[in-house]
């Protein structure tokens, strides 16, 4: 059985601190004045950017008048399972870890995960051998052993999906994804066979935006937007650059990219249709 997920707890503890704050109408400069700390570290403890230790804990329960034993036990408990190491990301390196790494505890916390690509297949959908082709023509000077750190990553978080049967994984992507060769033909061949044996997983939904269907929104971004059952945890969307990460969780934000979630559901092709596109694609390459 899992334990507590690290990343989700210090973003519940990042909204209760700040729930606190607002609720006694002071700001972030007024408590890092009480506190004796830089208004920085209190504004990353409030985004999740930072943990808050058992002793900031302690002190903003002091500020803010929480005098609730039970409140401050959870509070602490939440602080004391934030700052416990979570699961291996993809990247290897300190700084890779600082803009990657809370992406693999949300996946492994979140009750539903939507991925869409424009360009490749979704990652949690790739055969070993696409993977591998895929990151190391996307990052050329990439070493041997990150590389294989990745796709070893990767293939673990595939794992996890398919054990547990959690989180729901829906994939969208275009239709340019089943036609890139990515690797060589026989790469592609196996990795579009994957697909349509990924398809009869009951808690794995894929679907493609056909060519036919032209311009459509997010055609030019890839994203992924994650949902919780928590209620207290709010929804976020995580965008990847060449070497950045953005976690968004602004209401404006998650507004547009549900939009965009919901237009994608219904312009791609069902799952079924989805499912005989591949097998026509498949049956069509050379060889």
């Not at 050329?140 to 070893?152: D, G, H, K, Y």
């Not at 036919?212 to 207290?232: H, K, Q, T």
């Not at 990460?245 to 209401?251: N, Q, T």
Request: some cysteine; proline content about 5%; charged content about 25%.
């Amino acid at each position: 059985m899992a334990g507590p997920n690290p990343t989700l707890r210090r973003r519940q503890l990042a909204n209760r601190l700040r729930e606190l704050r607002q609720s006694k109408g002071m700001t972030i400069d007024e408590v890092a004045e009480r506190l004796l700390v830089s208004a920085a570290k209190i504004s990353r403890m409030e985004t999740a950017k930072r943990g808050a230790s058992l002793r900031d804990v302690r002190d903003l329960c002091q500020i803010y008048g929480v005098t609730d034993q039970p409140e401050i036990d959870a509070l602490l408990t939440l602080a004391r399972e934030a700052n416990q190491p979570g699961l291996r990301a993809e990247h290897t390196s300190e700084s890779d870890l600082a803009k990657f790494g809370p992406f693999a505890d949300l996946e492994a916390a979140a009750e539903s995960v939507t991925e869409f690509q424009s360009t490749a297949v979704p990652s949690l959908l790739q055969t070993e051998h696409y993977a591998r082709a895929l990151i190391r023509g996307v990052l050329p000077q990439i070493s041997t052993t990150v590389l294989e750190a990745r796709v070893a990553a990767r293939m673990e978080r595939k794992a996890r999906i398919m054990q547990d049967g959690v989180p729901r994984y829906w994939a969208i992507f275009d239709e340019a994804a089943l036609r890139r060769v990515v690797g060589d033909q026989s790469v592609l061949a196996e990795q579009l066979g994957h697909l349509i044996e990924l398809a009869e997983q009951p808690n794995i939904l894929i679907q493609v935006v056909p060519f036919e269907i032209g311009a459509y929104m997010s055609l030019d971004n890839s994203f992924v937007y994650f949902e919780f059952a928590d209620p207290a945890v709010n929804d976020i969307v995580y965008l990847e650059g060449l070497n950045s990460a953005d976690y968004l969780e602004k209401v404006t934000d998650l507004r547009i990219y549900r939009e965009a979630v919901e237009h994608l559901r219904a312009t791609a092709l069902a799952p079924k249709r989805t499912t005989e596109l591949i097998a026509r694609i498949r049956a069509s390459q050379p060889g």
